[in-house]
């Protein structure tokens, strides 16, 4: 089965540097975001919200992104943005990729045929619909107007909306691993050597699938961070005043002449996002694929 490459993978890296050089690079500058999104927004003297100059300022020592259409800080209202963005990638990816990995392994190596055609129709079904429609008919059935504890208006039905799109590509995939592993010879010994098929598939199915399907969970958080980032363009997603990447963005989308900063430069932290969570999975599915 021919698998799917990670969004934004570009493999000069990886071919000019090797598969670690690759890797580590990715690793570092991930690192770095992430660390600026937890301690920049502790450390600094401004809060997402709060007036601390004036609107349309550009980027300076004292504000390096520059300030927004009401005199906000864009470099404290970036990182804290990045908090919401990539929590929300990882819990929607990590409830994707248990779901989907658990119903594809079941479905692949299930001797019951019933069982493999109703999940396997479940899962077409998803995959059908085009991926934006599903998305905004789910938000908007949902709601975005609530807030859900710490999470702002529009975050908890986006994450929704993702959920239950997402865990279909990965039901696919585990079961064509799954169909794979289930003919290869090492477990046609063990079944010949008397183990049951539950504890074959725990035992030696299962941890193959699993190695698969987390690589490609490496990549797809660059695709839910993008996702999110572009609900608000379709008039979802999280809501102002929220500092979320896509809300700054889109809020800077009517001034791109008098101040590119509002858009560009958010926009520049998630593609270096994207890049460097792109150059890990490329990685690990290049690694998986020489063993």
Request: contains cysteine; charged residues 15%; positive net charge.
């Amino acid at each position: 089965m021919k698998q799917r490459q990670p969004l934004f993978a570009l493999p000069w890296l990886r071919l000019a540097f090797g598969v670690s050089a690759s890797r580590t690079i990715g690793i570092v500058v991930f690192s770095i975001i992430v660390l600026m999104c937890i301690f920049q927004p502790i450390f600094s003297p401004y809060q997402a919200n709060e007036f601390v100059a004036m609107a349309f300022q550009p980027p300076s020592w004292e504000h390096p992104f520059g300030t927004d259409a009401v005199g906000r800080d864009l470099f404290v209202r970036t990182w804290e943005g990045g908090r919401i963005n990539l929590v929300a990638a990882a819990i929607v990816t990590g409830f994707s990729l248990l779901l989907g990995t658990t119903l594809g392994t079941l479905a692949g190596s299930s001797r019951r045929r019933w069982i493999d055609s109703l999940i396997m129709r479940v899962v077409d079904a998803v995959i059908a619909f085009p991926l934006v429609i599903l998305l905004l008919a789910l938000v908007v059935v949902i709601g975005t107007d609530r807030a859900w504890g710490p999470a702002p208006a529009g975050l908890i039905a986006s994450m929704v909306a993702l959920m239950c799109v997402m865990w279909a590509g990965y039901a696919r995939m585990a079961r064509g691993q799954s169909l794979a592993m289930r003919e290869s010879d090492f477990v046609l010994a063990t079944r010949v050597s008397g183990l049951s098929n539950s504890r074959i598939v725990l035992r030696h199915i299962a941890p193959g699938v699993g190695r698969i399907t987390l690589a490609l969970a490496v990549s797809d958080i660059v695709l839910v961070v993008t996702i999110l980032s572009s609900l608000p363009f379709l008039g979802a997603g999280v809501q102002p005043p929220a500092a979320e990447w896509g809300s700054i963005m889109y809020e800077g989308r009517g001034f791109l002449r008098q101040a590119w900063w509002i858009t560009l430069l958010p926009g520049a932290v998630v593609a270096i996002t994207g890049l460097s969570l792109s150059f890990v999975a490329d990685s690990l599915l290049d690694s998986r694929s020489k063993k």
